[in-house]
């Protein structure tokens, strides 16, 4: 069995609202406090799905399209840009678990 990459990993998750038009992030970050408040910017360095990431000038951009929920970014910036709030799996939000 081949041993896959991260990337590889990540690109076999699952979101319950794919093909949904009407995606909601559940995530929404404050770049500029990023871009103008933190001097490490590490949500770049820690996020494993690479939602957040710098363009050729520095400046951090996010797209939640991607996330897979773990939570890392909430710890890793202590400057209070990330916002966090689970997605509803009522409404059929989120990250579609194959355990649980």
Known sequence: MK???IAERLGMVNYL???KSEA?????VNTDICNTECGHKAT??????NCY????????HFQF?????CGT???ACDKGAVEWH???PEIGRGVKWNFG
């Open 3 to 5: 041993k896959l990459s």
């Open 17 to 19: 609202n794919q093909g």
């Open 24 to 28: 909601k992030p559940h995530i929404l």
């Open 44 to 49: 770049t360095r820690v996020c494993p799905a």
């Open 53 to 60: 990431t710098l363009d050729e000038v520095g400046k951090v």
């Open 65 to 69: 399209e991607d996330c897979i929920e």
């Open 73 to 75: 970014c909430m710890y």
């Open 86 to 88: 689970y997605p509803d």
